[in-house]
Nanobody, 116 residues
Framework: QVQLVESGGGLVQPGGSLRLSCVAS????????MGWYRQAPGAQREWLTR????????TYADSVKGRFTLSRDYAKNTVYLQMNVLKPEDTAVYYC?????????WGQGTQVTVSL
């Protein structure tokens, strides 16, 4: 089993920045990839970005490319999502995700609200 704990959400004005963190624990050796999703009210969960743990390649959804950056600290078993130039439409609950060969793991989510 893998446990994921997110932090770093909050209220930010349009154009501002936030950094989300996700700490993984448990059977970390089984993780093939880690990433971030978000879910706005009334919408489906949206994939944002993913890093492959073996090799480290990172991909982004078009909606966040150039504004959001995923990074990883292997020593701390932590992935980060740096979010810049935030827009009101970025308002959502953000979820950390870890994929093993047979299962998806999710954090509890952290709220990000972009508003004046």
């Amino acid at each position: 089993q893998v446990q994921l704990v997110e932090s770093g959400g909050g209220l930010v004005q349009p154009g501002g920045s936030l950094r989300l963190s996700c700490v993984a624990s448990g059977s970390i050796f089984s993780i093939n990839a880690m990433g971030w999703y978000r879910q706005a009210p009334g919408a489906q969960r949206e994939w944002l970005t993913r890093i492959i743990t073996d090799g480290g390649s990172t991909t982004y959804a078009d909606s966040v490319k150039g504004r959001f950056t995923l990074s990883r600290d292997y020593a701390k078993n932590t992935v980060y999502l740096q979010m810049n130039v935030l827009k009101p439409e970025d308002t959502a609950v953000y979820y950390c995700n870890a994929k093993s060969r047979y299962k998806d793991y999710w954090g509890q989510g952290t709220q990000v609200t972009v508003s004046l």
